[in-house]
């Protein structure tokens, strides 16, 4: 497909093949020069390691044209990080973070046509991830990796104009305590699958994981970390735990809940039953920025965050339009936030 073929404002979250795509092989120990390709197709052995045992990791960030009309990145140092840490819990190699780094930048402007125009809400998703690709079939970490960015231009979450959402309290467990909740590892998306059609088979959007061990605490959902916001609007609350990803847009939203807003942020165990004390709730992440949350069912059970499910909460929004303020341009970013491309 042609960029000029695009109908931005029609865009949904599907894949759309995009011009080139970087790539980088790992084999005796090191990691090749790397290259942008063309060929969007992989060819591999039927035992590869990511197919006999899940071995593969992810990152997702965003491409964005700004109000002057260039084109940036929010924070791909940060993903470059998580990305390591991924890696090394899953006994694959880690790849340089400088490299990692220039490597989005690179395939993000090799592929610049298809950043959607500024205004459109539409952005250009940016994948990287990383895979066992050698034949594996005793159970053990694969010897030849191969790591991948491809690009795809996607619509915005929310179109005409953003809607709380209702979650339910799932029956399944995401991840377990001292598993591999923390890293972004397509195993854990496997397992949510069941529990993500179940929710919405039941009409819910998503779900909130209880943690795993007790069942009474607040995790996240299968893609999205949480926040709270106590009554009087003056506290920004957010689950601490060791099992939940760590969400760049959540860490990005606490500093401008402190910096822009002049809020205060607390990170602690919050338990299911309590959550009646906040007035609002968001789900925090790259593809939704923050999503109010109108209401979450707990077995027979319904909160309700503010007086109105159907209306988003003021301080998520407020979050919300500085953020992307800051990743469109409009809006003075911290230092180190925006890389141009
Ligand atoms: C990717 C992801 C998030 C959101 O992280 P961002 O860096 O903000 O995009 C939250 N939870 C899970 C489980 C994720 O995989």
């Known amino acids: 497909m042609s960029n000029k073929d695009i109908d931005w404002d029609g865009l949904g979250f599907g894949y759309i093949k995009t011009d080139k795509r970087y790539v980088s092989y790992y084999k005796d120990d090191a990691w090749d020069e790397g290259a942008l390709i063309s060929d969007e197709n992989i060819v591999m052995n039927e035992c590869a390691g990511v197919l006999q045992y899940a071995q593969t990791i992810f990152e997702g960030l965003k491409a964005y044209r700004s109000k002057n009309g260039d084109i940036v990145t929010f924070r791909p140092d940060l993903n470059a ?149 106590t009554k009087d609007k003056k506290k920004i609350v957010t689950p601490r735990s060791d099992s939940i990803l760590p969400s760049i847009t959540k860490r990005s939203l606490i500093t401008v809940a402190k910096d822009y807003l002049g809020l205060e942020v607390e990170e602690c165990k919050i338990p299911i039953d309590r959550l009646s004390d906040y007035s609002e709730c968001g789900l925090c992440g790259t593809a939704a920025v923050i999503s109010p949350v109108g209401k979450i069912a707990d077995h027979g059970k319904e909160i309700i965050f503010g007086d109105d499910p159907e209306k988003p909460g003021e301080i998520c929004m407020k979050l919300r339009e500085i953020l992307t303020g800051i990743q469109l341009g409009e809006i003075e970013a911290p230092d180190g936030w925006i890389y141009k491309v």
């Open 81 to 229: 990080k998580r990305m390591r840490d991924s890696a090394l819990r899953l006994e694959m190699p880690a790849f340089p973070e400088d490299r990692f780094v220039e490597a989005v930048l690179k395939t993000v402007r090799a592929n610049a046509d298809y950043v959607p125009p500024y205004g459109s809400g539409a952005t250009l998703y940016i994948r990287p991830f990383m895979y066992g690709k050698n034949p594996v079939i005793g159970v053990k970490p694969a010897s030849e990796y191969e790591f991948r960015i491809f690009t795809t231009p996607v619509g915005p979450y929310f179109k005409g104009g953003v809607k709380p959402l209702t979650l339910k309290v799932s029956d399944f467990d995401r991840a377990a305590p001292h598993g591999t909740g923390n890293i972004k590892a397509g195993l854990n998306y496997a397992m949510s699958l069941h529990a993500i059609v179940t929710a919405h088979e039941e009409g819910y959007d998503e779900n909130l994981y209880p943690d795993a061990a007790t069942r009474t605490y607040v995790e996240e959902t299968g893609g999205a970390n949480f926040i709270f916001v």
